[in-house]
Structure formats: C-alpha cells, structure tokens
C-alpha cells in the first residue's frame, strides 16, 4: 500500500531536486512495488524534462584486463590466476578507434585495468592519435594515476574521465580495496575537475556488507559533487574471487538508487550499465525507465571481449547495434546526437529556457 508519507516525499524531491538524508533513506528502503513504481515514474518524468527522448551512446573499448589491484569483488584481480590476460597495440586500439567512429559513434571510452605498462607518454600518445584520426570526444577510465599524467592526458585532447568511487563508505571502502584509500580516490576526482575534464563516478549496489545508509550517503556525495555522468550498477557475484559465494545485488534496489539520483541531479548523464543489464534481460529497459539517458556499447574487438570479465556474462551480452533504433523507438526514445558532453546538454537547457522566455 503506498504511504502518504512516501508520496509527500517523492512529490517533493521531483519538484524541488532537494531530500534530506532520512527522507532519501525513506525513499530507498521501500519494499512496495506501488512505491518503487512511482520512484521510478518520477525520475523518468525529470528526465523527460531535463534531457528529452536522446539515448547517447558511447564506444567502450577494453585495451587490457591486466590489474595491479586487487578489489575483493573484480575478476581482473591481480591475484586471479585463471583469467587469460591480454593488451591491446597502440595500433589496435587506433584502428578499434577509426572503426568505432564510421559506426557513428562520436565519444570513445578507453577503459583498462590499472595496467601500468601503459604509462603516462603511452596514453598521451594513444590520445593525439585518436583525436588526430577520428576528432571523437575521448572518456578515459584507467583507474588512479599521478596529477602529472592526467594533466598530460587532458593537454593531449582527453575530455572527460571515468572513476567510480564504488562505495562512500570509508570502512567498505578499505575493506574491498586493499592498499587503497577513499580520500585518494575522492582527490583524484577533485583533480580531474580542476583541470577541465568533464567528471564521472559511480558506485555499486548491493556490496557484501553496505547497508541502505552507505547508499544514502552514497546518493548525497553524486549530487555534491555535480559529476557529469553516475554509473550506477549492482554487485554481480565472480565466482574466482573471494565474494564469489555473496549474492548479487537486487535490481529494484539499483533502479530505486538510479531514479533517486534523477530526482536530485536533474541533468546529470545516467547510463544503464552493463551490470543492469547482464542482472536482468528487462535491465536496460528498466533503467531507461527509471532515469537512464546513457548506453555504453562494448566495442572491444570479439578476440578480447570475452577476457574482460569484470563479472560472469561481461562480455558476451553487448546490446546488438543494428537493433538499437528499432529499439529505442519502442519505447518512445531516440539516439542522441552530437558528442553529448554535459556541457552540450546544459547549453540546450539555457538556450531552451532563454526560448520560452522570448515566446512565452
Ligand atoms: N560487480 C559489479 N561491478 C563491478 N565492477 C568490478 N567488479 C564488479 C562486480 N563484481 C565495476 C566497478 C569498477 C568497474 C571496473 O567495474 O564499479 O569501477
Ligand atoms: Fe582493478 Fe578496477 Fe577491478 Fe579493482 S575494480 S581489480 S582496480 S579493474
């Protein structure tokens, strides 16, 4: 049954993008279908208005599965011996590149383990040559790196940057990855701003061990941090790594954090990720639903693909291409247009605005 207490709320979050601490906590432990229902409505409503029909799609490719880290919860663990390891050429990666861009696509992703073999002038070199060959909006996602480097990388033609802080929970935090530190993490994210590249985190719900007020909290530090995009996606269980025998995470629970982010961040970009999707077949459509306005679309090439396996089932669920209108248009969207920076986005809003008030 829903409550007067969760309908006040939600009404107020959708109007005013502003929810307390217990009133986001109230909002994210319904167990209601009717409730989470309405949640999800509200957020598909803010983004009707914010953003529009435009799904933007985004190139990922996977250079190397080689990680020097070991997260409790990843299956490209240092210390997982069974995972065939590879790396990509500069070539190859290049070529992958070209490629992506005659599909259409206009941001590629480079996405790695922490894999110091590419070092700083290896990256640096690999983003000209993109940017030379294809002029696409380069998103980097390699993990922690020196204020040196990324500097670098943003001075070569790099535009935005992927690091999820995964979990707000310092002790959680600590506990999942060793030898790293959350405020480091958190700095990195502080740095990458200051130097101009468009920001986005995220986290993972349903951890062994977080609780609803680490989501909360969770939930807070996006809308504090105003990142430019928020992957939001559940634990999925890896059998050859030591959470290999915790249950994944519930998809309600990942759909309830996704449209609570909606509601306070408006405009921000919200993919439905790949965990979504593997979770569940409904996923991608249901995080659509629920406040997505972002596809990440695996174009590693087939040979590596199935290698990357973060968790069981990564590479063998990519969203076919040729599909994806046919698709969209179902279910009363569109592909984006333009390179779909944030920047992009909040110019359409201010010239959008600056109409209604010249033909109001
Ligand atoms: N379940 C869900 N997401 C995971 N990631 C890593 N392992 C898992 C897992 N078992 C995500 C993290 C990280 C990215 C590389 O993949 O959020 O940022
Ligand atoms: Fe490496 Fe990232 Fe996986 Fe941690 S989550 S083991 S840093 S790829």
Redesign the pocket.
Known sequence: MVRLAYTETLKRGERTSQLSWEEIHLLLSTTDLEEKQNLWDAADRVRKEWIGPEVHLRAVVEFSNYCQRN?L????RKANQTLHRYRMSHREILETSIRAKEFGFQTIVL?S?EDPFYTGERIEELILAIKRETQMAIAL?VGERSAKDYSAWRTAGGDRY???F?TSSRSLFHQLRPGCKLEERIFCLQKLRQLGFEVAS???V??PGQTLSDLVNDILLFQKYDFDMI?I??????PQ?P?GSSP??SLDLTLCVLAITRLLTRNTHLPA?T?IRILSPDGCEAALAAGANILMLDFTPSIYRQHYE??PGKGTHSIALNELPAFLASIGRKIGQGVGSRKELLKNIRDGMDQKFKNP
């Open positions: 997260c919860y990843c299956g490209l996405q383990g996602s992927l690091l999820k995964e995220g986290n993972i349903g951890l992957g996606g559940p634990f999925i269980s890896h790594t959470l994944n995470g990720t965990a973060i968790y």
